[in-house]
């Protein structure tokens, strides 16, 4: 098992970074900085409690001006290690509200060596307006970065980021921005379009799609864009997504697909065990559009209803008469966006959202 991400947060390293800090100047008290780290909660705490407990450290001991405590932090410049590199936006974060030109400054700084994705939203939340100006300049710069902080920053739904509500009810400020990316050479800020798009699907699937059927054909990489940021209407099986994508109705589905099979290996299995799927399915002739092949589970949860969610299999077109066989292996284990309960998973084979064959799992503790 990977070690836990915020386990980088370690004693040498941040005593490294007292050192660094130091050479920079001369009052910095490295003692008092450890110690405000490691006293009281430190194992329990996750990766964010971790990064703001010490920024807060910095804050006690850096100096009380905060234009020279930033200029400190920037001038370690290329020598902090990536790690020590994603502290600095928080700092920003938590001390630089008030200034405003500085603060901005340092955050399209800090951003080239690690990201100011989190540290963004509460200026965006102070003055939308203002920021969202800023979004859009960096959207032009010419560092990949750069370019990605004002999608990145402004998407809705980041995940553990602060949740932007007002673009959650309104996303037009959003959208001028993304129309300044939709073309983006890197691959970096198109998927980071997409995802943003994806956000904004989930509360206003009609305007994504709006937006999807004006970018489409306008280049490869706006394609790209699109079929990307649409994934969560495609997982919704809404019919325009499904027909934006030339993907085959369900109808036509139905009629071109026979003997569907699923069968699990196992179909009494405990938490953490694995179970391989087995699927066949014949597509009796030609289509024209795509076929998006998924497996579905209705997973128990806590209160004894199902939850369901999907996983993507295989999705083509097919020019010829074929028969598809195919296995999976999927793992019951928890994770940190899933626990797993006991009782019955029922398991469904899926095509473009029809329901082609299905087989139940009982999962026991």
Same mark, same amino acid.
């Given at each position: 098992?990977?070690?836990?991400?915020?386990?980088?947060? @370690?004693?040498?390293?941040? #005593?490294?970074?007292?050192?660094?800090?130091?050479?920079?100047? $001369?009052?910095?008290?490295?003692?008092?900085?450890?110690?405000?780290?490691?006293? /009281?909660?430190?194992?329990?705490?996750?990766?964010?409690?971790? !990064?703001?407990?010490?920024?807060? =450290?910095?804050?006690?001991?850096? +100096?009380?001006?905060?234009? *020279?405590?930033?200029?400190?932090?920037?001038?370690?410049? %290329?020598?902090?290690?990536? /790690?020590?590199?994603?502290?600095?936006?928080?700092?920003?974060?938590?001390?630089?509200?008030?200034?405003?030109?500085?603060?901005?400054?340092?955050?399209?700084?800090?951003?080239?060596?690690?990201?100011?994705?989190?540290?963004?939203?509460?200026?965006?939340?102070? $003055?939308?307006?203002? !920021?969202?100006?800023?979004?859009?300049?960096?959207?032009?710069?010419?560092?990949?970065?750069?370019?990605?902080?004002?999608?990145?920053?402004?998407?809705?739904?980041?995940?553990?980021?602060?949740?932007?509500?007002?673009? *959650?009810? $309104?996303? @037009?400020?959003?959208?001028?921005?993304?129309?300044?990316?939709? *073309?983006?050479?890197? *691959?970096?800020?198109?998927?980071?379009?997409?995802? %943003?798009?994806?956000?904004?699907?989930?509360?206003?699937?009609?305007?994504?799609? =709006?937006?999807?059927?004006?970018?489409?054909?306008?280049?490869?990489?706006?394609?790209?864009?699109?079929?990307?940021?649409?994934?969560?209407?495609?997982?919704?099986?809404? +019919?325009?997504?499904? =027909?934006?994508?030339?993907?085959?109705? @369900?109808?036509?589905?139905?009629?071109?697909?026979? %003997?569907?099979?699923?069968?699990?290996?196992?179909?009494?299995?405990?938490?953490?065990?694995?179970?391989?799927?087995?699927?066949?399915?014949?597509?009796?002739?030609?289509?024209?559009?795509?076929?998006?092949? #998924?497996?579905?589970? $209705?997973?128990?949860?806590?209160?004894?209803?199902?939850?369901?969610?999907?996983?993507?299999?295989?999705?083509?077109?097919?020019?010829?008469?074929?028969?598809?066989?195919?296995?999976?292996?999927?793992?019951?284990?928890?994770?940190?966006?899933?626990?797993?309960? +006991?009782?019955?998973?029922?398991?469904?084979?899926?095509?473009?959202?029809?329901?082609?064959?299905?087989?139940?799992?009982?999962?026991?503790?």
């Amino acid at each position: 098992m990977a070690e836990p991400l915020k386990n980088m947060y @370690s004693r040498p390293l941040l #005593e490294d970074l007292a050192t660094r800090i130091s050479v920079k100047d $001369d009052h910095f008290d490295k003692v008092k900085f450890i110690e405000a780290i490691f006293s /009281g909660q430190w194992e329990s705490l996750s990766l964010k409690e971790r !990064m703001r407990k010490i920024t807060l =450290a910095l804050g006690q001991t850096l +100096p009380k001006d905060y234009r *020279k405590a930033l200029c400190i932090l920037q001038s370690l410049g %290329n020598d902090a290690q990536k /790690g020590l590199f994603v502290l600095f936006p928080d700092f920003v974060e938590v001390y630089g509200l008030e200034h405003w030109e500085e603060s901005i400054h340092a955050l399209e700084y800090f951003t080239k060596g690690s990201t100011s994705e989190f540290a963004v939203r509460p200026f965006i939340k102070k $003055d939308p307006d203002r !920021m969202m100006e800023q979004m859009k300049r960096w959207a032009t710069d010419k560092d990949e970065h750069v370019r990605r902080l004002a999608s990145e920053g402004c998407r809705p739904r980041l995940p553990w980021g602060e949740a932007l509500t007002d673009f *959650k009810r $309104d996303p @037009s400020p959003v959208l001028e921005v993304l129309e300044l990316l939709k *073309k983006d050479p890197s *691959k970096y800020v198109r998927k980071s379009v997409a995802n %943003n798009l994806n956000d904004l699907s989930k509360d206003h699937p009609a305007i994504v799609l =709006a937006v999807a059927n004006r970018w489409k054909g306008q280049h490869e990489y706006t394609d790209w864009i699109i079929r990307h940021g649409c994934r969560g209407l495609l997982r919704l099986d809404v +019919p325009e997504a499904y =027909a934006l994508f030339n993907y085959v109705n @369900s109808t036509e589905c139905s009629h071109i697909l026979e %003997n569907a099979h699923l069968e699990a290996s196992a179909t009494n299995i405990k938490i953490g065990d694995s179970v391989t799927l087995s699927w066949d399915v014949a597509i009796k002739e030609p289509v024209k559009g795509r076929i998006r092949f #998924e497996y579905a589970i $209705d997973f128990m949860k806590a209160n004894g209803k199902s939850s369901r969610k999907k996983f993507l299999l295989l999705d083509r077109a097919f020019s010829e008469k074929e028969t598809l066989t195919r296995h999976r292996m999927h793992h019951f284990a928890d994770l940190s966006t899933r626990k797993h309960y +006991p009782g019955d998973h029922t398991v469904s084979l899926l095509a473009n959202g029809v329901t082609l064959a299905q087989t139940t799992i009982t999962v026991t503790e």
